[in-house]
Every structure is written in structure tokens, then in C-alpha cells.
């Protein structure tokens, strides 16, 4: 048997559980143990170098160090060939398996919950293919996005997807999360722009469906079933890509607004006044404004302090019209007396700064404690009234704040609820859930909002103020539970508030289908407890 002791950084040791602490009543499957012979049958598959068993922190905790497992084994491989091998000999052994990409994810859907052997993908970064008629690009599931993106830039193109995260996430791991991002109200769903792609499944078999075509009216589009799906039917290895082109003219405005109506109406404005060129449409209210200048020291470019923010990116080819259809909408909205400043960038630079505003809101409240990562869909009018239902909520502990950031251009608005600091002061306030604020951000265009209640350690009070207060309220509203995360670990028992019994039902026969011996990312997505 392999055993590998792992040892947590400082921050771990504060904020990272494991999941079978911060989930009691989740037992461990019925799935087997590793043996000194699965580890040369791995090693044999994949090489020496495909196979690691220590220094496996990194794999073990997520991004936030909220949770850990407790793997003993990483087994990357370089090939799909190779990939096969190792999924055909998981399977037949029943050794239970985690796919994880970059390990980004916010949801603790790409960690290990107990022992389960990690499939890294990060060893199959390759670009195989891309073609510059098309605007067509293959690779394989283990590119970062941000390695993607500067490739076909070089040919004209943008990748159709852009997050605070391309530096470290694999596009593998964007598909089977079917991640959102920022440009959602530009480019659509990354789903739409999926031409073909192949994957493995646990028995082995490969299902190559990787194509250049745009019309493929063959019957079942079998690979939207593997977008979403969390790695928990089979593993994404390549996927083609249709590519729009690389915009000439990017232009960014940002305005302070009072109240959040006044938000909403400068996005009805954008709307109205730039119509296609728009692609991109955030909002923070100023809180966010206030973590991100004093945590990263990222200055605002309006003189005072706002209630909240509004920000609009447009991208274009024909620099002159874009500008002057920016312009004209800048003079409707001041017209309409939704803002009371703003400023155009200037510059490439001065845009650049005015969106690492809007993306570093999340970075910047990390350091803070532990993170509760909630991401959830809304009709736009109602995205605000959540946070003020949060706000109401934990005010029985204390002093309490609420801020918010967010995509309008796709609804998604994120939630925070966060502690400052941990002193006496503030514990003789609070009582034993100290300094609570609610941090709300999101993409108001797709009515996505995130919710992030962090403390200064795990407190199950806090848990417990918010969930499951914050899906109920979603369901109340017709929402989504969850608009760009995932279910992973964290959200899987309450699928129930979005999903109708009966898809539910017919999620888990996919997954019968498809997985038979359920060793395909056990715990995620579905739920483990009634």
C-alpha cells in the first residue's frame, strides 16, 4: 500500500477540511484500496514520470484551501492511448477516480473527498491543429486557456471564453465544468462554440467525435451529455473549438451609480446604444470597490466613493464607429441621470486596469478566511434583492455588511459575505461568528450572482445562517442554484432546488449508463445524501 502523509501549508491547516469532516454523514464508497500492483500497472502505463506520490498538496486541496482529500496517488498521462489504459484498469479494479484540469474550480469538484486516485490531464497540453480558413482549433484537454488564447491570436482569433482564471485553468476542465466567464453576453455559452470533441470513458473505449464542421445533423449530439458533467461520466481528452475573431477595437467605460435600479438602467442603456459590439456588462457595488483597492492596491479611476459600479466593454473592428457609438451612450446615460461620474479608458493599458478591477473582486477577498463559494442565476431585476435577504439574514450575529460585483451582461451576480479581520473587538461584537459581510458581485446581462460569505476559520453557525436560506430563496425565484461553478462537492445535495425529481432520475440513469461501477468523480454533482 501506498502512504503518503500530507502536509498542509499555514493557510491550509486554518481554513482546508477535509471533505469527509465538513460532510459527516458522507461515507466512503464501496471502492478499492491502492496496491503496490496498481501502481505498477500505472507506472508501466504512463511511465515514471506519469506517476506521483508525494508533494500532492497542490492536487489534494482546491484553490480556495476550503477543501482536501487525502489522495495517495496523481497519475497524469501524456496520451489518450495512455488515458484509456489507466481508466480500463481503474474500472476493473473498482479504484474510484478524480479528473482534475487546473484545478481552479470553486466548488470542490476537482479534489479528491477521501483517498480517490487523481487523473491529472496535465501532461496532455498539446494544440494538435488549428486552421486559420475555419477559425477552427483542436488541442488537447490539458492547454491552458491563457496558452490557448495567445496561439490563435497569432492567426486572428480569440478564444471564446475569458475568466479571472486563464492563467492556470485547462480547457478540458472550462468543458466539463461548462464554465462561464466574462464575455458570456458576446460570445454565448462555451457550449455553443463546441464543434466536436473526443472522450474517454471509465471502461476504456474512446468515443472520438472530434470534428471541423459547424452543421453536423448526424443524430445524438452525444458530447454536449460530457460539457457539465464534472468528469463524472467519463474524461474529455481533445476538443475543436470554433473561433471568433480577434476584436480591433476594445473600448472600456466604467460609472458610479447610487442604487442598484440605477445599475440596471445603464445596462438597459448599453444595450440600447452598442448594441452588438457589447461584451461585457459587470457591476460592483463598493465594498468590492473598497477590498480590491486596499487588499491589492489597484486604484479607481473615479475620484469618490460610489454606492456601485458599473463597467461595459465593448470590442470591434472599426475602432472610429465603436467609439462613437460608446460615446453616445455615455451622454444617454448621464442624460438619464443613472451615474453620477464615469470615465472612458484612454488607453489599451487604462481599460486593461478598469477589468482587473472587476476580475480581482474574488482574489482580493481570499486572504480574508474561509470562503463559502455560492454562484446562482437570477432574473436581472431581482439579482440585488438576494444580497439584501442575506444582509437580513446573518444580521442576528452582529454587525453585517453586503457587497456585491457581477456579469450584467448574463445576470450572474456574486455574493460575498466575508470577515475583514479577526480581533477582541470585533469577537466581543459578534459573539462566535465575527466581522460577517455579504460580498455580491456578478454579470448582470445572464443574471448570475455570487455569493462568498467568508469567515476567518470553518464556522458550521455561519453554514447554517446561509444554507440552505440562499437555494431556497433561488428556487423561490425560479433561478439557478448554480450559474457558472458547477455542483461539484458542495452544491450536490441541494440539486433538488433547481432540478425537477423526474431530471434528476434521468441524471443518474446517464450515469448508470455511462459509469456503471460509479468510479467516475464519486460525491460530485449528483446527490449522495436524501
Known amino acids: 500500500?501506498?502512504?503518503?502523509?500530507?502536509?498542509?501549508?499555514?493557510?491550509?491547516?486554518?481554513?482546508?477540511?477535509?471533505?469527509?469532516?465538513?460532510?459527516?454523514?458522507?461515507?466512503?464508497?464501496?471502492?478499492?484500496?491502492?496496491?503496490?500492483?496498481?501502481?505498477?500497472?500505472?507506472?508501466?502505463?504512463?511511465?515514471?514520470?506519469?506517476?506521483?506520490?508525494?508533494?500532492?498538496?497542490?492536487?489534494?486541496?482546491?484553490?480556495?484551501?476550503t477543501v482536501s482529500g487525502f489522495t495517495e496517488l496523481v497519475v497524469s498521462p501524456k496520451t489518450v492511448d495512455e488515458l484509456s489504459a489507466v481508466l480500463k484498469h481503474c474500472n476493473s479494479q473498482r479504484l474510484a477516480v478524480v479528473p482534475q484540469g487546473g484545478n481552479t474550480g470553486l466548488v470542490g469538484g476537482s479534489n479528491p473527498v477521501f483517498d480517490e486516485i487523481v487523473l491529472s490531464l496535465e501532461r496532455m497540453n498539446g494544440i494538435t491543429h488549428i486552421d486559420p480558413d475555419a477559425g477552427v482549433v483542436e488541442c488537447e484537454a490539458g492547454v491552458i486557456l491563457q496558452t490557448l488564447s495567445d496561439k490563435v491570436?497569432?492567426?486572428?482569433?480569440?478564444?471564446?471564453?475569458?475568466?479571472?482564471?486563464?492563467?492556470?485553468?485547462f480547457i478540458g476542465g472550462n468543458l466539463a465544468t461548462h464554465a462561464g466567464g466574462l464575455r458570456v453576453i458576446r460570445y454565448g455559452q462555451l457550449r455553443a462554440s463546441v464543434l466536436g470533441m473526443r472522450v474517454v470513458l471509465p471502461s476504456g473505449q474512446i468515443?472520438?467525435?472530434?470534428?471541423?464542421?459547424?452543421?453536423?445533423?448526424?443524430?445524438?449530439?452525444?458530447?454536449?451529455?460530457?460539457?457539465?458533467?464534472?468528469?463524472?461520466?467519463?474524461?474529455?481528452?481533445?476538443?475543436?473549438?470554433?473561433?471568433?475573431?480577434?476584436?480591433?477595437?476594445?473600448n472600456t467605460a466604467l460609472f458610479g451609480c447610487q442604487s442598484f435600479e440605477d445599475v440596471v438602467k445603464c445596462y438597459r442603456i448599453s444595450r440600447q446604444y452598442l448594441g452588438e459590439i457589447v461584451s461585457a456588462c459587470e457591476f460592483m457595488d463598493s465594498l468590492c470597490m473598497t477590498s480590491v483597492q486596499d487588499n491589492l492596491g489597484l486604484a479607481s479611476p473615479l475620484e469618490d466613493n460610489h454606492n456601485f459600479y458599473f463597467l461595459?466593454?465593448?470590442?470591434?473592428?472599426?475602432?472610429?464607429?465603436?467609439?462613437?457609438?460608446?460615446?453616445?451612450?455615455?451622454?444617454?446615460?448621464?442624460?438619464?441621470?443613472?451615474?453620477?461620474d464615469g470615465v472612458m479608458a484612454a488607453s489599451q493599458d487604462q481599460a486593461r486596469h478598469m477589468m482587473s478591477l472587476r476580475e480581482n473582486v474574488a482574489p482580493a477577498l481570499k486572504p480574508l478566511g474561509y470562503n463559502y463559494k455560492y454562484d446562482v442565476s437570477l432574473p436581472i431585476k431581482d439579482m440585488y434583492s438576494l444580497v439584501e435577504s442575506i444582509r437580513e439574514k446573518i444580521s442576528c450575529i452582529g454587525n453585517s455588511f453586503a457587497l456585491g460585483y457581477g456579469h450584467?451582461?448574463?445576470?450572474?451576480?456574486?455574493?460575498?459575505?466575508?470577515?475583514?479581520?479577526?480581533?477582541?473587538?470585533?469577537k466581543q461584537v459578534l459573539g462566535s461568528v465575527?466581522?460577517?459581510?455579504?460580498?455580491?458581485?456578478?454579470?448582470?446581462?445572464?443574471?448570475?450572482?455570487?455569493?462568498?460569505?467568508?469567515?476567518?476559520?470553518?464556522?458550521?453557525?455561519?453554514?447554517?445562517?446561509?444554507?440552505?436560506?440562499?437555494?431556497?430563496?433561488?428556487?423561490?425565484m425560479r433561478g439557478s442554484i448554480s450559474a457558472?461553478?458547477?455542483?461539484?462537492?458542495?452544491?450536490?445535495?441541494?440539486?433538488?432546488?433547481?432540478?425537477?425529481p423526474g431530471l434528476i432520475e434521468l441524471m443518474r440513469t446517464l450515469k448508470d449508463v455511462f459509469d456503471p461501477q460509479g468510479i467516475m468523480n464519486p460525491y460530485k454533482l449528483l446527490p449522495w445524501k436524501d
Open 1 to 65: 500500500m501506498i502512504r503518503q502523509i500530507v502536509k498542509l501549508s499555514p493557510l491550509c491547516a486554518q481554513c482546508c477540511r477535509h471533505g469527509s469532516k465538513l460532510y459527516p454523514d458522507l461515507n466512503r464508497g464501496e471502492y478499492s484500496r491502492i496496491s503496490d500492483g496498481d501502481l505498477n500497472t500505472f507506472t508501466s502505463i504512463v511511465g515514471s514520470n506519469g506517476v506521483k506520490t508525494e508533494e500532492l498538496e497542490h492536487y489534494n486541496s482546491d484553490w480556495l484551501n
Open 153 to 169: 491570436a497569432e492567426h486572428g482569433y480569440t478564444v471564446p471564453l475569458d475568466l479571472g482564471a486563464r492563467g492556470s485553468c
Open 207 to 250: 468515443l472520438d467525435g472530434r470534428s471541423n464542421m459547424r452543421k453536423d445533423n448526424t443524430g445524438y449530439d452525444i458530447k454536449q451529455l460530457f460539457i457539465g458533467s464534472e468528469g463524472t461520466l467519463g474524461v474529455i481528452s481533445d476538443v475543436s473549438l470554433l473561433l471568433p475573431q480577434t476584436p480591433v477595437s476594445v
Open 312 to 340: 461595459v466593454e465593448t470590442s470591434g473592428m472599426n475602432n472610429d464607429h465603436d467609439m462613437e457609438k460608446l460615446e453616445n451612450c455615455i451622454e444617454a446615460v448621464f442624460e438619464a441621470g443613472c451615474a453620477d
Open 408 to 426: 450584467l451582461g448574463d445576470n450572474n451576480l456574486h455574493l460575498n459575505a466575508l470577515t475583514p479581520h479577526y480581533d477582541k473587538e470585533v
Open 434 to 476: 465575527p466581522g460577517t459581510l455579504v460580498a455580491a458581485y456578478g454579470h448582470v446581462g445572464d443574471g448570475d450572482l455570487h455569493f462568498n460569505p467568508i469567515t476567518p476559520k470553518y464556522d458550521p453557525k455561519a453554514l447554517s445562517l446561509i444554507e440552505p436560506f440562499v437555494y431556497e430563496e433561488v428556487a423561490r
Open 484 to 500: 457558472e461553478h458547477g455542483m461539484g462537492l458542495k452544491k450536490a445535495n441541494y440539486l433538488k432546488y433547481s432540478k425537477d
